[in-house]
């Protein structure tokens, strides 16, 4: 079974993505904040990551850029899921290696599919 770390600080949004993703039949993990969700990555490398942007200490762009930086975790797909759904936003977050963006709220059909399509890459 596949694993995703959702990396949010918002309660309720990551209740929604991960009920979400546990009825795809994905395993999930949760950090809080952009240095927990390194630590976690350092002993369990997750299938997929969804980050948000705004998060406590590091943005989630600081964190997508130092993953992808990172021989041991290029690879790992990672999808931005932040209520920053302007052009701009859009275009930064791919530009630090975000292999998806996706704004909230989510269309929970959209969010699972688009997990399952990057892990089966």
């Known amino acids: ?3 995703a770390l959702v990396v949010e600080d918002s309660l309720t949004d990551m209740q929604i ?17 952009g240095e927990e969700a390194l630590a976690k ?11 948000d942007v705004v998060l406590p200490g590091r943005s989630g762009f600081e964190v997508c850029r130092d993953l992808k930086a990172a021989a041991e975790t290029s690879d790992i797909p990672i999808i931005i899921c932040s209520t920053k759904g302007g052009e701009m936003d859009k275009f930064w977050g791919m530009k630090q290696g975000a292999n998806a963006y996706i704004t909230k709220p989510i269309d929970q059909e959209e969010f699972v599919r688009t997990v399952k399509q990057l892990i089966s890459k």
């Open 1 to 3: 079974m596949s694993t």
């Open 17 to 33: 993505l991960s009920s979400c993703l546990q009825q795809g039949g994905i395993n999930v993990l949760i950090a809080q904040s």
């Open 41 to 51: 990555i350092s002993t369990q490398k997750p299938d997929v990551i969804v980050l």
